[in-house]
């Protein structure tokens, strides 16, 4: 599906093509990143062309962020910064500039979870795995 995203008025079958591609690799992101990518494209169009009171509005809205929530969650490659880079630089989610949800998704601060040292990472001090 990602090529889609290059052809207007393909977003829904980005989002078709990328969704099925992962549920064959659910444990990777970037199907679902171009997913919210797609649906960031088709919000685009819908505020340029619906009444701000369109229910198909606030359905294409609710998909993009559970899709890019869902995304970010699976994504174990990139760091937090990379992905609010990413987002900020991507020309598809420009429309979501001023959205405060969008807003409160890039300014959220880092993970603080993430292991401090090797040992709670499940690594000794020479970064072989404990087992």
Same mark, same amino acid.
């Not at 990139?78 to 001023?98: H, K, N, V, Y």
């Not at 292991?115 to 404990?130: L, S, T, V, W, Y």
């Given at each position: 599906?990602?090529?889609?995203?290059?052809? *207007?008025?393909?977003?829904?079958?980005?989002?078709?093509?990328? /969704?099925?591609?992962?549920?064959?690799? *659910?444990?990777?992101?970037?199907?679902?990143?171009?997913?919210? &990518?797609?649906?960031?494209?088709?919000? &685009?169009?819908?505020? &340029?062309?619906?009444?701000?009171?369109?229910? /198909?509005?606030?359905?294409?809205? /609710?998909?993009?962020?559970?899709?890019?929530?869902?995304?970010? /969650? +699976?994504?174990?490659?990139?760091?937090?910064?990379?992905? &609010?880079?990413?987002?900020?630089?991507?020309?598809?989610?420009?429309? +979501?500039?001023?959205?405060?949800?969008?807003?409160?998704?890039?300014?959220? *601060?880092?993970?603080?979870?993430? *292991?401090?040292?090797?040992?709670?990472?499940?690594?000794?001090?020479?970064?072989?795995?404990?087992?």
């Amino acid at each position: 599906g990602y090529y889609l995203l290059y052809i *207007p008025g393909k977003e829904d079958e980005a989002i078709h093509y990328s /969704r099925a591609y992962h549920q064959l690799f *659910p444990e990777e992101s970037d199907s679902l990143f171009n997913v919210a &990518r797609a649906y960031a494209q088709k919000y &685009r169009h819908q505020l &340029r062309t619906l009444p701000a009171d369109n229910p /198909r509005l606030a359905e294409t809205h /609710r998909h993009l962020f559970a899709t890019l929530h869902e995304a970010i /969650r +699976l994504d174990q490659d990139e760091t937090p910064e990379d992905i &609010r880079d990413w987002l900020m630089e991507t020309p598809s989610f420009e429309c +979501l500039a001023d959205d405060p949800e969008f807003q409160a998704l890039i300014s959220a *601060p880092t993970n603080t979870s993430a *292991p401090q040292n090797a040992a709670e990472n499940g690594k000794d001090e020479e970064g072989d795995d404990h087992e």
